[in-house]
């Protein structure tokens, strides 16, 4: 009777650590900007490998594009971390002149959220100023990564 105990000690011991190590990598990973894995080639960051899935115009936004970039947050009415990443991404927007703000319903947008891979919300989606997905990053991203996320969509 002892072994059996001491067996589902140790698997429970076991379990927990898995947990743990899976929210710890999930909490790093949470909110950073990577560049899109594109469809058309299957190589990460050439904008010519880009195939049109990978691009966002004025008509499936339902807004103009910003000048030099447009920050697109896909939201859910019941999300949490969706309010703080609206907050950072309308006041980023606002500092960064040319750049504009869109939040999409991800529940009211099907389509879009199928044909960008979209798997959570918030996704937050950096377009250049043609429309073309710079990085994004799933999660709630902090102030610093967008400002620096636009950096690298907006040509110096």
């Known amino acids: 009777m002892e072994t059996v105990q001491i067996a589902g ?7 927990l650590l898995l947990a ?7 909490r790093r990973s949470s909110g ?19 195939s049109d899935k990978d691009s966002l ?3 499936d936004l339902g807004q103009a594009l910003g ?7 896909f939201s859910t009415a019941f999300c949490q971390p969706c309010r703080a990443a609206r907050r950072i991404l309308h006041e980023v927007s606002g500092l960064v002149p040319g750049v504009a703000y869109v939040e999409v319903d991800a529940e009211s947008h099907l389509d ?15 377009l250049d100023a043609h429309g ?4 994004r990053a799933s999660g709630t991203p902090t102030k610093p990564d967008v400002i620096a996320a636009l950096g690298r969509a907006i040509p110096g």
């Open 67 to 73: 000048e030099r970039a447009t920050l697109v947050q």
């Open 112 to 126: 879009l959220v199928r044909r960008l891979d979209i798997l959570r919300t918030p996704t937050v989606l950096v």
């Open 57 to 59: 115009t004025p008509a």
């Open 20 to 26: 743990t190590v899976l929210g710890l990598v999930a």
């Open 32 to 50: 950073r900007f990577r560049t899109p894995a594109l469809r058309k080639s299957g190589r990460r960051g050439s904008a010519a490998a880009m």
């Open 132 to 135: 073309r997905v710079s990085t």
């Open 9 to 15: 000690s140790a698997a429970l011991v076991v379990a």
